[in-house]
């Protein structure tokens, strides 16, 4: 009896892992650009349509609670496809990329798929490493290469390099030839249509476009990883898609209760005169000026889910739908004038809060629709990947399995997580204002700030106050919780370094 249960065990054990080999799900990873956690419908956004998103954390789970651990697209991303802190390799200031560099290609989470079997591609903006040399590492790296130069085109002609290439043969050929135009930076591909001769859109047009030449020219015998990096909704924000330029034309748009000068004056003098504050407070001095630039913004966002619309029904045209996770998430976030402020890189919650929605229908029925608490990182994506591709993380990635929370009940998460800064923007010479750097501790009730060039703190007790208006550093009330949060830093960063 105890040997014929054995056998049938053993049958059963052989039969499942086959089985499992041959359907270990694909997995699409889209990543939007400079897109802070609320500004769609399914995170209580009041304005904006996004009903491609708001199905997918219907059907799929939606984080409630998701953040990045360096707040700009290049270290971000870097963070992504390495699994690690920036400052495991580098203090920061020049190469924001630092811990994504040839030497170690070997050990991000792409490569690993590939040794395990998978079929990768990259499409859009890249922004990881310097100039030709960072391209490079991005061709090594994925089977299929579609990776935009520089932060990649909001507009391309129809016979551009980058939408008819397929990205299998001629890689480096790949990247944009649209003839550069005025108004951006003449030394870089155009951005905008004006001049153009019959442009289509990126990220409306162009990404679904490239995902079906990826489907199609796949090495269909392997499941398959694809990376998408969508050009929106990243400044300039006035190159939204024509089919949404309507949007949000009469629609009263609400402004964040810090978005005013009151709030702006508030702040240590330093940031006033950094770099986040440049263009925000142009914006906040006139009424009105605000509102009609976050009404582009968000067409920038109802581009993108346009866009996941068109992938979906790929998807499904494809057969692809029931064994494909869809992720989608945003490098870093952005702020809308709160405290004054503009861009990212600051610790404040619009700068470092992102959406995180995974849709995967390899999961139970029932553990699907939810909306997770849990405080996930982007640190945390390269150990998921794995984690669903049936790999077991490699030691040196600092993240944690997101997947675990999707899967399992009681497990064991995080409390507090710590964040970094260390750029100042210098490489890119005197034209620009400086960014300050900083340093935080961001738990469940509270964030601790560390500039660490000015040796100013700030406290916030985020339950209390969720817009971060309140600086209780001197409060002797907090002096305890004021230690616990000064030894956390300096733990953590000593921690990363290694
Ligand atoms: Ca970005
Ligand atoms: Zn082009």
């Given amino acids: 009896m105890l040997k014929s249960l054995i056998q049938v065990g053993l049958l059963f054990f052989s039969v499942y892992t086959v089985a499992e080999r041959k359907s270990k799900p694909n997995i699409l990873f889209l990543l939007s650009d400079d897109q802070r956690w609320d500004s769609q419908g399914c995170y209580d956004n009041p304005v904006v349509k996004s009903p491609e998103i708001d199905r997918l954390a219907a059907e799929g789970i939606r984080f409630s609670n998701s953040f990045v651990t360096f707040s700009v697209s290049s270290a971000s ?38 040794q395990n079997g998978y079929y990768t591609g990259y499409i859009g903006k890249w922004d990881i ?30 016979d551009c390099n980058f939408v008819i290439n397929d990205g299998t043969v001629h890689k480096k050929e790949i990247f944009c030839s649209c003839v550069p135009g005025k108004e951006w930076d003449a030394s870089l591909p155009r951005t905008g249509h004006q001049g153009m001769k019959n442009p289509i859109h990126t990220d409306t047009e162009v990404v679904p476009l490239k995902v079906s030449s990826f489907l199609s020219t796949r090495d269909k015998a392997k499941p398959f990883f694809l990376q998408v990096s969508f050009r929106s909704p990243k400044d300039p924000w006035s190159d939204y ?32 005169n950094s770099m986040a504050s440049d263009h925000a407070r142009s914006l906040l001095k006139t009424p009105g000026r605000l509102q009609n630039e976050i009404r582009k913004h968000y067409r920038l966002v109802t581009g993108i889910d346009v866009a996941i619309g068109k992938l979906r029904r790929i998807l499904e045209q494809e057969g692809l739908s029931e064994n494909t996770i869809i992720v989608f998430a945003s490098d870093n976030g952005a702020f809308l004038g709160e405290h004054g402020f503009w861009g ?104 601790y700030i560390l500039f660490p060039d000015h040796q100013v703190e700030q406290l916030f007790h985020l339950k209390n106050d969720p817009f971060e208006t309140d600086n209780v550093v001197h409060n002797p009330k907090n002096k305890k919780i004021l230690a616990l949060m000064r030894k956390k830093l300096s733990y953590y960063r000593d921690y990363y370094k290694k």
């Avoid at 390495?82 to 792409?110: H, K, M, V």
């Fill in 241 to 272: 898609p024509q089919e949404v330029s309507d949007y949000y034309k009469d629609d009263s748009v609400p402004v964040s209760a810090t978005a005013n000068l009151q709030s702006a004056l508030k702040q240590p003098e330093f940031l006033q």
């Fill in 344 to 447: 990212k890189w600051l610790p404040y919650e619009e700068s470092i809060r992102v959406p995180l929605v995974i849709f995967d229908p390899t999961i139970d029925k029932e553990k699907r629709g939810r909306v997770i608490d849990e405080m996930v990182l982007n640190v945390d994506y390269a150990s998921t990947f794995l984690s669903i591709a049936g790999v077991k993380k490699p030691s040196y990635m600092h993240g944690m399995d997101i997947r675990k929370l999707m899967t399992e009940t009681h497990v064991k998460w995080r409390k507090d997580w710590y964040y970094e800064f260390t750029w100042t923007a210098k490489s890119l010479g005197s034209y620009v204002t400086p960014i300050v750097p900083s340093e935080a501790i961001r738990s469940e009730n509270w964030k």
């Fill in 77 to 114: 991303r870097a963070v992504i496809l390495t699994g690690r802190y920036s400052r495991s390799r580098s203090n920061g200031d020049d190469n924001l990329a630092a811990i994504a560099c040839p030497e170690n290609w070997d050990q991000t989470f792409p490569a690993i798929l590939k």
């Fill in 129 to 158: 490493g310097v100039g030709e040399e960072g391209f490079q590492y991005g061709i090594n790296l994925f089977d299929y290469w579609g990776g935009d130069r520089w932060h990649g085109n909001y507009w391309h002609e129809r």
